[in-house]
């Protein structure tokens, strides 16, 4: 084109340097040639113009952009065998991939896995995805899949997730691209777990570094493949080897984490932000160049960073924004269906909580309608157990747990602190467990119960929690597998009980027993049938109290973004999200 236009620029210059007779004819002429020679330039020029604005404006349409995500509270780790905490698998869950994955409404769709399979009551086979790469630039094959499902498990990782897995007996490779998942017994939740961020699937050249690093800072005389192989025999030497490498385990995979996602590891500044940079390699869509996770505990500068667009999206969103979220003309709140429970604990171990009338003189004293409209702006459920309706085992018997201040002082007067007590509530940073904490510390004094609130970052919390040195707590769960087996096994197994997740400390043995039932049964009829005792004995004992299912909401601002989604695991989904 701009070869065409230099052609009739030549042909002007020439009619401009003709020798020829000057006579008023010919001037005209030229003159005429000359007016409709530069119309039809002009008009090749705006021609060209209006082509640059269409393709201006679908290049609009798969514009890519940078969005910092505001979050409340620090996380632990970027170790998916690390912690479970709601917060760090927010994160997480951008750098890695599970085999299976979820649609926002939680179905299951395809991950790493193109397709699975139930072959037999306890043999499942997964089809793998191929031409996937790791961040490091390795090839996703079945050897990462073993290795990281291995890891989870692992004695010497100690994840608090590894009861996600415990079923599982074997991983036979079939192929580098099919693998057959075989459990010890029927699980029908199996798929559901695999989905959870516990499942990610890391390269096995990293798990392997992990290990390698762990046994040189150990100074142990082994070698990696002779670790592997104590770890296969579980006899008493690996036990010895492993108490000498659990404490390095995790510091490679921490600075190094090895995903398959949209995004990868950049830097990170504990209790400052998190840097993620799009990865060129990625299988799929994506329209994140780069992805920053801001610490900002304080909700008020967290409003001001949303308005300003410091940070473009902020999840959850704590009551105090949202009347500001509304009125601002720059932001936006999503909210979704729950699978969320606020509950407050106790340290069944430790007096005066071990004795169940105490723990039921303070259920009914707690009025979850005060807590939803009070502290959640009406933004929440009140529960009949600790499973919300959003989850597969939900109890469809159990009425709505409500107040009855005079029941809670006739219980207490039938414990064995008739008179009352000082007792201490732990909480952590979030904004609106704190808040409850100080609604229980007023609620309590009816009963001559004296509260002392004392709260700590993250981290701390949960280690202090998993050591059993608190006498009640207040914390969040979300059955993010979309069944109960998820939340019930975790909070209440006694093998579970302390770093598992099983923070009150709480042993039945009919729980347990009722428990494996319901996970290995095959039909969805028994295994609610299962979980409606389990709730029954439950809601009896109260080693957790529910308090209310908060709706998960999200706030964005609306200048900048499009299409931020949330799901009913509170997980920001960034699938969709265009730039404006």
């Known amino acids: 084109m701009s070869n065409f236009i230099v052609y009739i620029a030549f042909i002007v210059f020439c009619i401009y340097n003709l020798n020829i007779q000057t006579i008023k004819g010919e001037h005209y002429m030229k003159k005429i040639l000359i007016l409709f020679i530069s119309v039809f330039i002009f008009s090749l020029a705006a021609c060209t113009s209006d082509s640059n604005v269409e393709e201006e404006v679908s ?90 499902l291995e890891r989870v498990v692992d004695p010497t990782v100690a994840a608090p997730t590894q009861f996600l897995f415990e079923m599982i007996e074997d991983i036979e490779i079939v192929n580098d691209y099919e693998i057959n998942i075989k459990t010890r017994y029927p699980f029908a939740p199996l798929a559901d777990n695999l989905a959870h961020t516990a499942a990610s699937i890391m390269s096995k050249e990293s798990i392997d570094q992990d290990y390698t690093n762990a046994i040189e800072a150990a100074n142990l005389d082994i070698t990696l493949e002779e670790y592997y192989d104590l770890r296969e025999s579980g006899n008493e030497e690996f036990t010895n080897v492993s108490d000498q490498l659990a404490e390095f385990t995790s510091e490679y995979i921490s600075e190094h984490p090895d995903g398959t996602n949209h995004v990868k590891f950049e830097a990170r500044a504990p209790g400052q932000n998190l840097e993620l940079v799009r990865f060129d390699d990625f299988v799929g869509d994506s329209k994140v160049d780069n992805l920053t996770f801001e610490i900002i505990p304080e909700s008020g500068s967290m409003m001001a960073e949303l308005e300003s667009g410091g940070i473009n999206i902020t999840s959850p969103v704590e009551m105090a924004m949202f009347d500001r979220i509304d009125n601002s003309p720059s932001t936006e709140l999503v909210e979704s269906e729950s699978l969320r429970t606020n509950y407050l604990g106790f340290n069944t171990e430790s007096e005066p909580f071990t004795d169940v009338k105490v723990r039921q003189a303070i259920s009914y004293a707690l009025d979850r309608e005060a807590i939803r409209d009070g502290i959640y702006d009406g933004k929440a459920t009140i529960p009949n157990s600790l499973v919300s309706e959003s989850a597969f085992g939900f109890s469809e018997e159990l009425p709505s747990l409500t107040e009855d201040m005079d029941k809670a002082k006739e219980i207490l007067k039938e414990s064995s602190y008739p008179e009352g007590f000082d007792a201490t509530i732990w909480v952590n940073d979030s904004q609106d467990l704190v808040d409850t904490s100080v609604y229980i510390q007023e609620q309590l004094k009816e009963l001559n119960i004296n509260i002392n609130v004392e709260q700590f970052e993250m981290a701390t919390f949960l280690e202090r929690l998993g050591n059993g040195q608190h006498d009640m707590f207040l914390l969040s769960f979300t059955a993010s597998t979309g069944d109960a087996d998820y939340l019930l096994s975790s909070l209440t197994l006694s093998s579970n009980e302390g770093f598992g997740g099983n923070r009150a400390f709480y042993k039945n043995d009919q729980v347990d027993d009722l428990l494996e039932k319901a996970r290995s049964a095959t039909e969805e009829s028994v295994r609610q049938t299962e979980y409606e005792k389990i709730h029954q004995i439950l809601m009896e004992e109260l080693p957790y109290i529910p308090l209310v299912h908060p709706n998960m909401t999200l706030a964005y601002n609306s200048d900048q973004l499009e299409s931020v989604e949330l799901d009913a695991a509170g997980y920001i989904r960034l699938e969709n999200v265009s730039f404006k």
Not at 60 to 72: F, Q
Not at 80 to 93: A, E, F, K, M
Not at 113 to 120: G, P, S, T
């Open 59 to 148: 290049s609009d349409e798969e514009k890519t952009g940078d969005i910092t995500v505001g979050l409340d509270q620090d996380f632990s780790t970027v170790d998916p065998h690390g912690t479970n905490d709601v917060v760090g698998i927010q994160v997480r869950r951008q750098i890695f991939q599970t085999l299976v994955a979820r649609n926002s409404d939680m179905s299951h769709k395809e991950g790493l896995a193109k397709e699975w399979e139930q072959v037999d009551e306890t043999t499942w086979n997964f089809k793998l995805q191929e031409g996937v790469k790791f961040h490091n630039g390795s090839e996703f094959t079945a050897e990462d899949v073993k290795a990281s």
